[in-house]
Nanobody, 127 residues
Framework: QVQLVESGGGLVQPGGSLRLSCAAS????????IGWFRQAPGKEREGVSC????????YYADSVKGRFSISRDNAKKTVYLQMNSLKPEDTAVYYC????????????????????WGQGTQVTVSS
């Protein structure tokens, strides 16, 4: 059974940084795509970044491009989301997810892309 566990959220001032972690277990294959999503109160869940399981390609939503960076440590089976220059509008619950049937980021911005989800971690950007 695939399991994803997020950590690293918290309260940070505008302009600050946080690094989120997504620890994965239960995969039957060595490579897999991981996407990061966020959901703010009253809004739909949106995909913000993805790292491909086929070639390691990385993808970002326009709203976070240049500020967020996704990476992976295969030995630790962990994917990270480094978030810099945080803004109040980045406040949300952040989730990581993975598709069950393929390795690709295509379509990652839609919630339907993910078959397995973590429990989420709260990020609050406020002074």
């Amino acid at each position: 059974q695939v399991q994803l566990v997020e950590s690293g959220g918290g309260l940070v001032q505008p302009g600050g940084s946080l690094r989120l972690s997504c620890a994965a277990s239960g995969f039957t294959r060595s490579y897999y795509a991981i996407g990061w999503f966020r959901q703010a109160p009253g809004k739909e869940r949106e995909g913000v970044s993805c790292i491909s399981g086929s070639d390691g390609g990385t993808y970002y939503a326009d709203s976070v491009k240049g500020r967020f960076s996704i990476s992976r440590d295969n030995a630790k089976k962990t994917v990270y989301l480094q978030m810099n220059s945080l803004k109040p509008e980045d406040t949300a619950v952040y989730y990581c997810a993975t598709p069950g049937s393929h390795l690709y980021c295509s379509g990652y911005k839609a919630e339907s892309w993910g078959d397995y989800w973590g429990q989420g971690t709260q990020v609050t950007v406020s002074s």
